[in-house]
């Protein structure tokens, strides 16, 4: 017999997973997962080192240098040398990288509003009644990461920024 919080996991994985994959497939894809979520982290929480970034997305510096060069022939980020200590790299987010972010991010959320649409107002309701739940579940995973910190409850939407890929 399965328990309750081993069947909630089964159904929820497949479900996030798969509306997530739906949105993005319906907006332009240009970026990489990985060059999205550091294009998100530059707009949401401005200029960074190289090595953050790379600690932040999990890998080494000459990925990261990697990603970074794509994101700069593209427009969208430029390097400069940190004023705090010249041999390290400051990385931000273009005027054009923040202008294609919130392009994104438009089009994503209005396919899903187009979407929302399609159903009823119970069931609209129900999703608006789990968001809290589902943020406090993102948070979760945060917790124990030096690299993120807490959602600010305040403006959950603005925390989670960088997880719009």
Known sequence: MTSPIVDLA?????VVFRLYYL???ETAQLLTLTQGSVLAELVGRGPSRMSRLARIEGVRMPSMTDVV???????MVTRRPDPDDRRAVLVAATPEGER???ELIAGRE???RERLLRLDEDE???IDAALP???KL???????DPVHHLPNQENPKEELIRDER
């Open 10 to 14: 089964g159904r929820l994985r497949p």
């Open 23 to 25: 949105v993005r497939r």
């Open 69 to 75: 060069g794509r994101l700069e022939r593209l427009g």
């Open 100 to 102: 294609f972010y919130a």
């Open 110 to 112: 209005a396919e899903l």
């Open 124 to 126: 609209r309701c129900a």
């Open 133 to 135: 739940a589902l943020t």
């Open 138 to 144: 993102i948070a979760d995973f945060h917790r124990d």
